[in-house]
T-cell receptor, first 111, second 117 residues
Protein backbone atom coordinates (compact mmCIF):
# COMPACT_ATOMS: atom_id res chain seq x y z
CA UNK A 1 0.00 0.00 0.00
CA UNK A 2 1.32 3.41 -0.95
CA UNK A 3 1.75 5.96 1.82
CA UNK A 4 -0.27 8.53 -0.12
CA UNK A 5 -3.18 7.53 -2.36
CA UNK A 6 -4.78 9.75 -4.96
CA UNK A 7 -7.37 8.95 -7.63
CA UNK A 8 -5.64 9.32 -11.02
CA UNK A 9 -8.73 10.62 -12.84
CA UNK A 10 -9.12 12.10 -15.34
CA UNK A 11 -11.67 14.38 -13.76
CA UNK A 12 -13.59 16.30 -16.41
CA UNK A 13 -15.72 19.31 -15.45
CA UNK A 14 -17.38 22.17 -17.32
CA UNK A 15 -15.95 25.65 -16.97
CA UNK A 16 -17.21 27.38 -13.84
CA UNK A 17 -17.79 24.17 -11.89
CA UNK A 18 -16.16 23.33 -8.57
CA UNK A 19 -13.31 20.85 -8.81
CA UNK A 20 -12.96 18.55 -5.82
CA UNK A 21 -9.71 16.62 -5.32
CA UNK A 22 -8.61 14.44 -2.44
CA UNK A 23 -5.86 12.27 -1.05
CA UNK A 24 -5.65 9.77 1.75
CA UNK A 25 -2.51 8.94 3.67
CA UNK A 26 -1.54 6.17 6.03
CA UNK A 27 1.23 7.56 8.23
CA UNK A 28 0.12 9.72 11.14
CA UNK A 29 3.67 11.13 11.34
CA UNK A 30 2.84 13.25 8.32
CA UNK A 31 2.29 16.79 9.49
CA UNK A 32 2.61 19.18 6.57
CA UNK A 33 0.36 19.05 3.55
CA UNK A 34 0.84 20.61 0.15
CA UNK A 35 -0.87 20.76 -3.19
CA UNK A 36 1.12 21.16 -6.37
CA UNK A 37 -0.14 21.81 -9.89
CA UNK A 38 1.78 20.32 -12.80
CA UNK A 39 1.19 21.20 -16.41
CA UNK A 40 2.20 18.71 -19.06
CA UNK A 41 5.98 18.38 -19.37
CA UNK A 42 6.61 21.01 -16.68
CA UNK A 43 7.80 20.84 -13.08
CA UNK A 44 5.31 20.90 -10.19
CA UNK A 45 4.24 24.36 -8.99
CA UNK A 46 3.33 24.88 -5.33
CA UNK A 47 -0.30 25.95 -4.87
CA UNK A 48 -1.02 25.64 -1.18
CA UNK A 49 0.63 24.59 2.04
CA UNK A 50 -0.96 23.81 5.39
CA UNK A 51 -0.06 21.96 8.56
CA UNK A 52 -3.19 22.01 10.66
CA UNK A 53 -6.58 20.41 10.44
CA UNK A 54 -9.25 22.66 9.00
CA UNK A 55 -9.58 24.85 5.96
CA UNK A 56 -7.19 27.26 4.29
CA UNK A 57 -8.34 29.53 1.51
CA UNK A 58 -6.34 31.31 -1.19
CA UNK A 59 -8.34 32.95 -3.92
CA UNK A 60 -10.27 30.27 -5.79
CA UNK A 61 -8.45 27.48 -3.95
CA UNK A 62 -9.41 25.92 -0.62
CA UNK A 63 -7.31 23.23 1.06
CA UNK A 64 -8.89 21.06 3.71
CA UNK A 65 -7.11 18.73 6.12
CA UNK A 66 -8.70 16.15 8.41
CA UNK A 67 -5.90 14.55 10.39
CA UNK A 68 -8.25 12.27 12.30
CA UNK A 69 -9.34 10.64 9.03
CA UNK A 70 -5.94 11.10 7.30
CA UNK A 71 -7.74 12.81 4.45
CA UNK A 72 -6.85 15.99 2.58
CA UNK A 73 -8.81 17.85 -0.08
CA UNK A 74 -8.40 20.67 -2.55
CA UNK A 75 -11.34 22.57 -3.98
CA UNK A 76 -11.12 24.86 -6.98
CA UNK A 77 -14.03 27.27 -7.38
CA UNK A 78 -15.09 28.84 -10.68
CA UNK A 79 -12.80 26.50 -12.60
CA UNK A 80 -11.18 27.78 -15.78
CA UNK A 81 -9.74 25.91 -18.78
CA UNK A 82 -6.32 27.13 -17.61
CA UNK A 83 -6.83 24.99 -14.47
CA UNK A 84 -6.51 21.88 -16.65
CA UNK A 85 -3.46 20.15 -15.24
CA UNK A 86 -2.39 17.33 -12.95
CA UNK A 87 -2.82 18.09 -9.26
CA UNK A 88 -0.44 16.41 -6.85
CA UNK A 89 -0.85 16.18 -3.12
CA UNK A 90 2.42 16.04 -1.22
CA UNK A 91 3.04 15.34 2.41
CA UNK A 92 6.02 16.10 4.58
CA UNK A 93 7.06 14.49 7.85
CA UNK A 94 8.26 16.77 10.58
CA UNK A 95 11.22 14.49 11.24
CA UNK A 96 12.25 14.05 7.65
CA UNK A 97 12.97 16.25 4.71
CA UNK A 98 11.49 14.55 1.70
CA UNK A 99 8.08 15.09 0.20
CA UNK A 100 5.94 12.02 -0.35
CA UNK A 101 3.65 12.54 -3.31
CA UNK A 102 0.39 11.02 -4.38
CA UNK A 103 0.17 9.79 -7.96
CA UNK A 104 -1.64 12.91 -9.14
CA UNK A 105 -5.15 13.56 -10.47
CA UNK A 106 -5.52 14.81 -14.01
CA UNK A 107 -8.14 17.53 -14.31
CA UNK A 108 -9.75 18.71 -17.55
CA UNK A 109 -11.86 21.87 -17.49
CA UNK A 110 -13.91 22.10 -20.66
CA UNK A 111 -14.94 25.53 -21.99
CA UNK B 1 14.26 34.26 -14.10
CA UNK B 2 15.19 33.45 -10.49
CA UNK B 3 13.57 30.03 -10.27
CA UNK B 4 15.19 26.60 -10.22
CA UNK B 5 16.81 25.79 -13.55
CA UNK B 6 17.80 22.42 -14.97
CA UNK B 7 19.95 21.47 -17.90
CA UNK B 8 19.47 19.82 -20.29
CA UNK B 9 15.69 19.81 -20.61
CA UNK B 10 15.74 16.65 -22.70
CA UNK B 11 18.31 13.90 -23.08
CA UNK B 12 18.15 10.88 -25.36
CA UNK B 13 20.84 8.29 -24.85
CA UNK B 14 21.60 4.70 -25.69
CA UNK B 15 21.55 1.98 -23.09
CA UNK B 16 24.89 1.67 -21.35
CA UNK B 17 25.92 5.30 -21.78
CA UNK B 18 26.56 7.69 -18.90
CA UNK B 19 24.53 10.88 -18.53
CA UNK B 20 24.87 13.90 -16.26
CA UNK B 21 22.24 16.45 -15.36
CA UNK B 22 22.70 19.84 -13.74
CA UNK B 23 20.46 21.76 -11.36
CA UNK B 24 20.85 25.39 -10.35
CA UNK B 25 18.72 26.13 -7.27
CA UNK B 26 17.14 29.41 -6.28
CA UNK B 27 19.87 31.69 -5.03
CA UNK B 28 20.58 31.30 -1.29
CA UNK B 29 18.48 28.15 -0.96
CA UNK B 30 20.46 25.82 1.27
CA UNK B 31 18.55 22.63 0.54
CA UNK B 32 18.47 20.84 -2.80
CA UNK B 33 16.50 17.74 -3.71
CA UNK B 34 16.39 15.32 -6.62
CA UNK B 35 13.21 13.44 -7.51
CA UNK B 36 12.31 11.07 -10.31
CA UNK B 37 8.91 11.03 -11.98
CA UNK B 38 7.63 8.39 -14.39
CA UNK B 39 4.57 8.82 -16.59
CA UNK B 40 1.33 8.93 -14.65
CA UNK B 41 3.07 8.87 -11.27
CA UNK B 42 3.97 11.45 -8.69
CA UNK B 43 7.61 12.40 -8.11
CA UNK B 44 9.66 9.99 -6.00
CA UNK B 45 12.43 11.20 -3.72
CA UNK B 46 15.99 10.29 -4.71
CA UNK B 47 18.36 12.34 -2.58
CA UNK B 48 18.77 15.57 -0.65
CA UNK B 49 21.56 18.01 0.17
CA UNK B 50 21.85 20.58 2.88
CA UNK B 51 24.52 22.93 1.61
CA UNK B 52 27.21 20.61 0.23
CA UNK B 53 26.39 17.65 2.46
CA UNK B 54 24.32 14.80 1.04
CA UNK B 55 22.13 13.90 4.00
CA UNK B 56 19.71 11.32 2.69
CA UNK B 57 19.52 8.86 -0.18
CA UNK B 58 16.56 6.77 -1.27
CA UNK B 59 16.79 3.06 -1.91
CA UNK B 60 15.82 4.01 -5.47
CA UNK B 61 19.30 5.51 -5.85
CA UNK B 62 21.28 2.47 -6.97
CA UNK B 63 25.06 2.46 -7.12
CA UNK B 64 24.82 3.59 -10.75
CA UNK B 65 23.51 6.94 -9.54
CA UNK B 66 25.65 9.61 -7.95
CA UNK B 67 24.84 13.16 -6.98
CA UNK B 68 27.08 16.00 -5.91
CA UNK B 69 26.76 19.55 -4.73
CA UNK B 70 30.41 20.53 -4.46
CA UNK B 71 30.13 24.15 -3.37
CA UNK B 72 26.67 24.12 -1.91
CA UNK B 73 25.25 25.84 -4.97
CA UNK B 74 24.52 23.86 -8.15
CA UNK B 75 24.17 20.10 -8.15
CA UNK B 76 24.82 17.33 -10.65
CA UNK B 77 23.14 13.94 -10.95
CA UNK B 78 25.04 11.31 -12.89
CA UNK B 79 23.66 8.00 -14.07
CA UNK B 80 26.22 5.44 -15.19
CA UNK B 81 25.50 2.54 -17.55
CA UNK B 82 21.97 3.74 -18.22
CA UNK B 83 19.15 1.21 -18.51
CA UNK B 84 15.78 1.55 -20.21
CA UNK B 85 14.16 1.62 -16.78
CA UNK B 86 15.99 4.87 -16.06
CA UNK B 87 13.76 6.67 -18.58
CA UNK B 88 11.89 9.27 -16.55
CA UNK B 89 11.68 12.96 -15.73
CA UNK B 90 14.37 13.97 -13.23
CA UNK B 91 13.22 16.89 -11.11
CA UNK B 92 15.27 19.15 -8.93
CA UNK B 93 13.81 21.22 -6.11
CA UNK B 94 15.29 23.71 -3.68
CA UNK B 95 14.25 25.29 -0.42
CA UNK B 96 15.53 27.53 2.31
CA UNK B 97 15.31 26.13 5.78
CA UNK B 98 17.19 27.84 8.61
CA UNK B 99 18.75 25.62 11.25
CA UNK B 100 16.66 22.63 12.18
CA UNK B 101 13.37 24.10 11.07
CA UNK B 102 10.72 21.52 10.38
CA UNK B 103 9.07 23.49 7.62
CA UNK B 104 10.33 23.13 4.08
CA UNK B 105 8.65 24.72 1.06
CA UNK B 106 10.20 23.12 -2.00
CA UNK B 107 10.25 24.84 -5.37
CA UNK B 108 10.71 22.67 -8.42
CA UNK B 109 12.58 23.16 -11.65
CA UNK B 110 11.20 22.23 -15.08
CA UNK B 111 12.89 18.82 -15.04
CA UNK B 112 15.16 16.88 -17.36
CA UNK B 113 13.36 14.26 -19.43
CA UNK B 114 15.61 11.25 -20.01
CA UNK B 115 14.90 8.67 -22.71
CA UNK B 116 17.09 5.59 -22.79
CA UNK B 117 16.88 3.69 -26.06
Amino acid sequence: QKEVEQDPGPLSVPEGAIVSLNCTYSNSAFQYFMWYRQYSRKGPELLMYTYSSGNKEDGRFTAQVDKSSKYISLFIRDSQPSDSATYLCAIFKAAGNKLTFGGGTRVLVKP
Amino acid sequence: DTGVSQDPRHKITKRGQNVTFRCDPISEHNRLYWYRQTLGQGPEFLTYFQNEAQLEKSRLLSDRFSAERPKGSFSTLEIQRTEQGDSAMYLCASSFSPGKSNTDTQYFGPGTRLTVL
